[in-house]
């Protein structure tokens, strides 16, 4: 418990550094790519800090010129840090606005490059995922979590349909990614991380849109089907729930 406290108390303070040094990072380099490289020196300092091992697979199913949508599941905030260091591309988080509103942190987010939706304003995340969009375009990969929120329980939740809607304009492939083992190191009933623990990623086969099925909606549905179930095989040692 001592060393929780203490990674705790050093992570906050890198945490306010790192988020004043990157303000300014962003506003000179308008690319995103200084910022979410500071972004992974910030993810290495707290898997570091709390002894947390990540151990990556399936990497080798992403090309080094291609851009993609990764569609990941979401069980603890460790999550970020943990496909920031196992994922090599330049990624962009699409993230909840409620979070800008953490002090200091959260003017470091506005700054950012990544994506912040209002789940609440229809008006603005659609503004948000056609943001979205154009950065795919221009280079950059995105990562969403589908399930919309953190598990209560562990288990994989039903997907949302708003991130396949962002690979049908897009028309870049989705890559379905299972995280494991965050949940025990931060679920979100827990106060502190845990230390000394491993944590999987996983990263399938890409999937793209099924164009020979009729309508937008259908198609969206489909991916959305596909790449739920591509999650759920990725779990260790369950196919299905």
Not at 27 to 36: E, P
Not at 94 to 101: A, D, P, S
Request: charged share 20%; aromatic share 8%; hydrophobic share 45%.
């Amino acid at each position: 418990m001592i060393r929780r406290i203490l990674a705790t108390i050093v992570f906050l303070i890198a945490t306010v550094i790192l988020s004043v040094l990157s303000i300014p990072a962003a506003l000179v380099d308008r690319s995103g790519r200084l910022y979410c490289s500071m972004a992974r020196v910030w993810s290495r300092i707290f898997l570091t800090l709390f002894g947390l091992r990540v151990v990556v697979r399936g990497a080798g199913h992403l090309s080094k010129s291609e851009h993609y949508i990764f569609a990941a599941n979401h069980a603890s905030y460790t999550d970020i840090p943990a496909v920031f260091v196992a994922i090599p591309k330049d990624i962009r988080l699409v993230l909840r606005h409620t979070l800008t509103k953490i002090p200091i942190w959260g003017w470091s987010l506005w700054a950012s490059p990544f994506l912040i939706i209002d789940r609440g304003n229809a008006v603005k995340a659609k503004r948000t995922l056609n943001a979205a969009v154009t950065k795919i375009k221009a280079g950059a990969s995105v990562l969403l979590f589908p399930e919309g929120t953190r598990t209560h329980d562990g288990k994989l939740q039903a997907f949302k349909r708003g991130a396949f809607h962002l690979a049908y304009e897009s028309g870049a492939n989705v890559v379905p990614v299972h995280i494991h083992g965050t949940f025990d190191v931060h679920n979100r009933f827990e106060r502190l991380p845990r230390s000394n623990m491993t944590i999987t990623v996983t990263i399938g086969k890409p999937l793209s849109v099924d164009t020979s099925i009729d309508g937008d909606r259908n198609r969206e549905m489909d991916l959305m089907q596909r790449t739920e179930e591509a999650v759920r095989k990725l779990i260790p040692n369950v196919t299905s729930d």
